[in-house]
């Protein structure tokens, strides 16, 4: 069974610092994997995706995140966090049923 | 381009009655998922409709129910409200059939149950 595990509720880093949210998945098949982000009371945005190809992968608003096949990892990185990435993200691996992670709540400190 | 929509914003509903949210899809797109955030979790997959037929469904009795539209607007149903079904309902619509998996999502709509 396809599942996500998100071992970060809450994260803090100051503004400028580098951050990696961490994701890790269990999936029967080559994934589909996913980054979503929301601000409170809104809907998902989507970052990026990853279907095949390049293990790298880039997204909106300066965001990365790195396809590890041998540890089922699917880590979302960005060099330095402005004040207005405080957010909730979350992780997700699917097709048409995506199976989401329970989120980390991003802080920013000035 | 139009994103997804939802309707209403915010529901307030008393246990064991009966709701129904509404969804639009962005445009270009054949296939809507619904999916219920309970407050501090990840959504959950209730179904996804494609071609006006159920193509998938999660954990979730069927007092929850949905219809597509022949454009590809949808609804979701649920009968006989009890107090968990208090969350967030997201509806999210791709292009199925296209190799790309991608779901984009509307604001979704809080539903609170009392």
């Known amino acids: 069974a396809q599942s996500v595990t998100q071992p970060d509720i809450h994260i803090t880093v100051s503004e400028g610092a580098s951050l990696e949210l961490r994701c890790n998945y269990s999936y029967g098949a080559t994934p589909y994997l996913f980054w979503y982000v929301q601000s409170p009371g809104q809907g998902l945005q989507l970052l990026l995706k990853y279907f095949s190809g390049d293990t790298l992968v880039q997204g909106i608003k300066g965001f990365e995140a790195e396809f590890k096949r041998s540890q089922s990892s699917f880590n979302l990185r960005k060099p330095s966090v402005h004040w207005s990435d405080a957010a909730e993200y979350f992780c997700a691996v699917g097709q048409q049923d995506m199976r989401f992670g329970a989120g980390t709540r991003l802080t920013v400190k000035p | 381009e139009t994103g997804v929509t939802q309707s209403p914003t915010h529901l307030i509903k008393t246990r064991g009655q009966q709701v129904t949210l509404r969804c639009s899809s962005q445009?270009?797109?054949?296939?809507v998922s619904w999916y219920q955030q309970a407050l501090g979790q990840g959504p959950q997959f209730i179904f996804q409709y494609y071609r006006e037929e159920e193509n998938g469904r999660g954990n979730f009795p069927p007092r929850f129910s949905g219809l597509q539209f022949p454009n590809y607007s949808s609804e979701l149903n649920v009968n006989a409200l009890e107090l968990d079904d208090s969350a967030l309902y997201l509806c999210?619509?791709?292009?199925?059939?296209?190799?790309?998996?991608?779901?984009?999502f509307g604001p979704g709509t809080r539903l609170t149950v009392t």
């Open positions: 445009s270009g797109h054949n296939t």
């Open positions: 999210a619509s791709s292009l199925l059939a296209s190799g790309k998996y991608e779901q984009y």
